[in-house]
């Protein structure tokens, strides 16, 4: 099973910008969606983004054009660029992955990275 491991998350102001890292490890990396969660206290999880095996993206309509997915398979890491914060963007952010290559059902979790957005 993959162990997924976030960092980068901090406290920023209304308007700053912050880079998420999920560093895979515990099995090869390519060929496997990869996304990022959020959960906001009080508040169920949602999908923020997703990257397919193939290297289609993914946003949902709250963060499109703000944050960015991406990775490097050289580094078994995956990113979320986080721009134009805003106070609304404050959650817990999880790192998810697929169980099986050339799936883009994400299955597997880390165990969140905060973000809080200061207005």
């Known amino acids: 099973q993959v162990q997924l491991v976030e960092s980068g998350g901090g406290l920023v102001q209304t308007g700053g910008s912050l880079r998420l890292s999920c560093a895979a490890s515990g099995r090869t990396f390519s060929s496997y969606a990869m996304g990022w969660f959020r959960q906001a206290p009080g508040k169920e999880r949602e999908f923020v983004a997703r990257l397919t095996w193939n290297g289609s993206t993914y946003y949902s309509d709250s963060v499109k054009g703000r944050f960015t997915i991406s990775r490097d398979n050289a580094k078994s890491t995956v990113y979320l660029q986080m721009n134009n914060l805003k106070p609304e963007d404050t959650a817990v952010y999880y790192c998810?992955?697929?169980?099986?290559?050339?799936?883009?059902?994400?299955?597997?979790w880390g165990q969140g990275t905060q973000v809080t957005v200061s207005s």
């Open positions: 998810a992955a697929a169980r099986q290559r050339f799936s883009n059902d994400l299955a597997d």
